[in-house]
């Protein structure tokens, strides 16, 4: 019904740039709050960075500086700007967002299938 689909992890030496897309697919009426959480080797799942519908972003400190959050409206896609990559920014990345859709239409929490991020010392 509703599917959120992540593309562009990889490998990438410390000190390197990705770009995580995210993009919102299926019966969809609206789109609030979209997010990235990550989930290294044995730990939690956390938040990295969340975005309104209106653009109003938060940041976990450990990627405050480094990694930009933006979305486009209109295509229902939201980004992650991974700056400066650091080893400890490994892990696996989800997409998160809050949708109204689905059938019968309703509020949902979807979650993307996540990618992975390298980052070798």
């Known amino acids: 019904q509703v599917q959120l689909v992540e593309s562009g992890g990889g490998l990438v030496q410390a000190g390197g740039s990705l770009r995580l897309s995210c993009t919102a697919s299926?019966?969809?009426?609206?789109?609030?709050?979209m997010g990235w959480y990550r989930q290294a080797p044995g730990k939690q799942r956390e938040l990295v960075a969340r975005?309104?519908?209106?653009?109003?972003?938060n940041y976990t400190d450990s990627v405050k500086g480094r990694f930009i959050i933006s979305r486009d409206n209109s295509k229902n896609i939201v980004y992650l700007q991974m700056n400066s990559l650091k080893p400890e920014d490994t892990a696996d990345y989800y997409c998160?967002?809050?949708?109204?859709?689905?059938?019968?239409?309703?509020?949902?929490?979807?979650w993307g299938q996540g990618t992975l991020v390298t980052v070798s010392p």
């Open positions: 998160n967002a809050g949708v109204v859709g689905g059938v019968p239409v309703r509020s949902l929490e979807v």
């Open positions: 299926g019966r969809i009426f609206g789109i609030n709050d």
């Open positions: 975005i309104t519908k209106n653009g109003s972003t």
